[in-house]
């Protein structure tokens, strides 16, 4: 059975009071900028009609979340399991140090896009956005896979200024030749080849399903990919590497 909570004059403690007591499977109705939704929550299956506010699934522990519309500043922050799929656009600083889990977005993503973001043994965390991104994507990544697909982007650059800052593991794959973009010095960024690109094949298959786009389409486009250098001055400063 699935429990319908009305989100209209809940505070965010009240929301995830009742979600912990709902079952496994449930909708959020009215929600309009309520922060915290589902945060380090896990077996629950949440769908959104409405935009939730910042940190939505912070700290996510392995539940599955659906948000039917945009959402707002810091997506999945920190969060270690599960999957957030949003059907509309994000804010700034989505996947803020995430250690594991999904995150895929339908349109556009704002500034500091996937900073932080770290991996840990089998724990490999995945950000794909459909759209284009801010400035700083990937600023300090220590792990993970981050695709920006440049879907529908009506002219504007996929990514904007000062990409990989401070990068120094994990991969980025952004569509296209990103002949304008300008990366720092202590990354590599060159063309994806077919071998590179099987390795988010799952993942923009798995972003297609989900928004109606032909995976095969999307494939045959050139990709740029994006590794930290081996002399990377700031592979030193970090246990994991």
């Known amino acids: 059975m699935i429990k319908t909570i009305n989100a209209q004059g809940l505070g965010f403690s009240e929301i995830n009071a009742r979600l912990r007591k709902a079952g496994r499977s449930c909708v959020i109705e009215g929600c309009c900028g309520e922060r915290f939704i589902a945060a380090g929550m896990s077996n629950k299956h949440i769908t959104i009609n409405g935009v939730p506010g910042n940190a939505l699934g912070a700290y996510l522990n392995g539940a599955d979340i659906t948000v039917n519309a945009n959402a707002q500043d810091a997506v999945g922050d920190t969060m270690n399991d599960g999957r957030i799929v949003v059907h509309g656009n994000i804010g700034d600083a989505a996947g803020y140090a995430m250690r594991g889990g999904s995150i895929y977005v339908k349109g556009n993503a704002g500034y500091r896009a996937g900073i932080h973001m770290k991996a840990y043994k089998d724990k490999v965390p995945v950000l794909v956005i459909g759209g284009v991104t801010g400035s700083f994507l990937g ?5 993970g896979v981050i695709v920006v697909l440049g879907l529908e ?10 990409p990989c800052t401070g990068m120094h593991c994990g991969k980025m794959f952004l569509r296209g030749e990103c002949k304008d973009v300008l990366f720092p010095p202590q990354v590599t960024a060159r063309f ?5 690109k099987k390795e988010i094949k799952e993942y923009v298959n798995t972003y297609c399903k989900l928004f109606g786009y032909d995976v095969k389409e999307i494939m045959d486009s050139p990709f740029t990919v994006i590794t930290p250098d081996s002399n990377n001055p700031f592979k ?3 246990v994991a590497n």
């Not at 600023?139 to 792990?143: C, D, P, T």
């Not at 009506?154 to 000062?162: A, L």
């Not at 994806?192 to 590179?196: N, P, R």
């Open 192 to 196: 994806a080849t077919d071998e590179d």
């Open 139 to 143: 600023e300090y990544q220590a792990g």
């Open 153 to 162: 982007a009506n002219g504007r650059r996929i990514v904007g200024n000062f």
């Open 236 to 238: 030193q400063m970090y």
